[in-house]
């Protein structure tokens, strides 16, 4: 059951919290492991015995390092395999998925895949010991709202929270206001520009000019954008309600003056992942290692992080395209973009809306004609395409570009710091209701767009 759906926001959501605040606290727990298993394994019981089966691995192979962490050979070769094993199951799985595209059934593998690995990884470093509490561990595998599409969520971090959850009704205001917003981001915004996007797809890239070209990255890059820190906001929202804080996974990625910027602001925690559990593991940065092994292990990383958004070669050269670009602003741009910002924010900006092809085109031959066309090869600079698209949806790329910056959010806490914003803020309530209601207009008449795919 998706999160951004009808069912789940108005049967399944309200009955989950209901239960969960009425029943004792030593029973929530594993009230949350049995509700999770069971959304996610809504309407295939296959995903439940896959899931029940990836618990239950991890759970074991936790404890055998953990018995064995002092014979370092041992629990090196456990690991290894156990990390060859599941990212060759992920990466199997994912390839079925991506080739036959009714076959959703196991979305949210690579979330899951995640953070069964860094729990291995961390306990064979000693970070924390071996997991005995089944119940325990099962709610930090998969527990819904992360499951979906992150953010990743170390298991030391949540060993930390079980202390000190808070759950009272200012944490569940605050929860449901933030899943409101997520919601939408997703419904309004994302879904809006995936339509766009499919409109602007049908053009062949061979015909389009030079401002259809930019169109169709751009309006790519915001429903991306939207996409996935929707379907993250809402998880931290639902987060909340269940007592846990979960973190935050985009910091306004968009007008960063450098790659290096805007890949500490984009998806957050999947890039602390890699820096956590293969940067910092096997290419540790000091000043006895050879710069040269570390910036190889940054491109490696960036290879890394492009196979998890997908199997195929495109998502496999975005990786190292990104990873040769963090490489050059270590040796040449950070130093130069010091006393030249604006040409920072150009220079990055640029690149990355090139790179943006790379995810949506059907292959690379593909991608090279988009890049071509965004250089005007083909049908001159603007065409009655570019023109009517442009025209048509200025006013909501404004909106988007608005909300997807600081300015948003520096203006919203400057207006309810003032008298008047103070007074605004008593109706807060009534504004999440409206704008729910809005929500669930766009999702009853709205066409529905989802890149789930991306984090499957």
């Known amino acids: 059951m998706q999160l951004a759906s009808l069912s789940f926001l108005l049967l399944g959501l309200p009955l989950l919290l209901l239960i969960y605040y009425c029943i004792p606290a030593k029973g929530k727990q ?5 509700s999770s298993l069971l959304l996610y394994s809504w309407g295939s019981w296959l995903k439940l015995f896959y899931l029940a089966g990836f618990i239950f691995y ?16 041992i629990c090196s070769n456990i690991l290894l395999c156990s990390v060859i094993l599941q990212v060759a199951e992920m990466v199997w799985i994912r390839s079925i998925m991506q080739m036959y595209e009714d076959v959703m059934f196991l979305i949210g593998i690579a979330v899951c895949t995640l953070q069964g690995l860094g729990y291995l990884i961390n306990i064979y470093r000693n970070k924390y010991p071996a997991e005995v509490n089944f119940i325990r561990l099962g709610v930090y595998f998969v527990m819904f709202p992360i499951l979906l599409a992150g953010p990743v ?22 929860g449901l206001s933030l899943f409101i917003r997520g919601l939408a981001q997703k419904v309004i915004l994302a879904n809006t520009f995936g339509y766009i996007f499919k409109e602007l797809k049908q053009i062949s890239p061979d015909y389009m000019s030079m401002l259809t070209a930019w169109l169709i990255t751009i309006v790519f890059s915001m429903y991306l954008y939207f996409e996935l820190l929707s379907y993250s906001e809402m998880a931290r929202g639902l987060g909340k309600c269940f007592g846990y804080e979960l973190p935050k996974n985009f910091s306004h990625p968009f007008f960063t003056s450098s790659i290096t910027a805007f890949i500490q602001s984009w998806n957050i925690t999947l890039v602390l992942w890699f820096q956590d559990n293969f940067m910092n593991f096997l290419f540790p940065q000091n000043k006895n290692n050879n710069k040269w092994k570390y910036f190889l292990g940054l491109i490696i990383m960036g290879i890394l992080i492009g196979s998890w958004y997908g199997v195929k070669l495109q998502f496999l050269v975005w990786g190292f395209l990104m990873g040769v670009l963090l490489v050059l602003d270590k040796l040449v741009i950070e130093k130069f973009i010091r006393k030249r910002y604006i040409f920072g924010l150009l220079y990055t900006g640029i690149l990355l809306q090139f790179l943006w092809v790379l995810f949506f085109a059907d292959n690379l031959k593909e991608t090279v004609l988009y890049w071509k066309a965004m250089l005007g090869f083909f049908n001159g600079i603007t065409d009655s395409n570019g023109t009517y698209f442009f025209m048509s949806y200025i006013g909501l790329l404004l909106i988007g570009f608005y909300v997807a910056t600081d300015l948003f959010r520096n203006i919203a806490e400057r207006f309810t710091s003032a008298k008047i914003g103070q007074k605004f803020v008593l109706f807060t309530p009534v504004f999440q209701g409206i704008l729910l209601i809005f929500c669930i207009a766009f999702m009853l ?4 767009n989802s890149m789930l795919w991306l984090c499957i």
């Not at 991890?58 to 050979?73: A, F, M, P, S, T």
Request: net charge positive; hydrophobic share 40%; proline share 0%.
């Open 30 to 34: 594993i009230y949350l492991l049995f």
């Open 58 to 73: 991890d759970y074991i192979i936790g404890l055998v390092i953990g018995k064995y962490k002092r014979k370092k050979i």
């Open 153 to 174: 969520f170390s298991y030391e971090a949540y060993l930390k929270q079980l202390e000190y959850r808070k759950l009272n009704i200012i944490a569940l205001s605050d």
């Open 445 to 448: 008449y709205g066409e529905q």
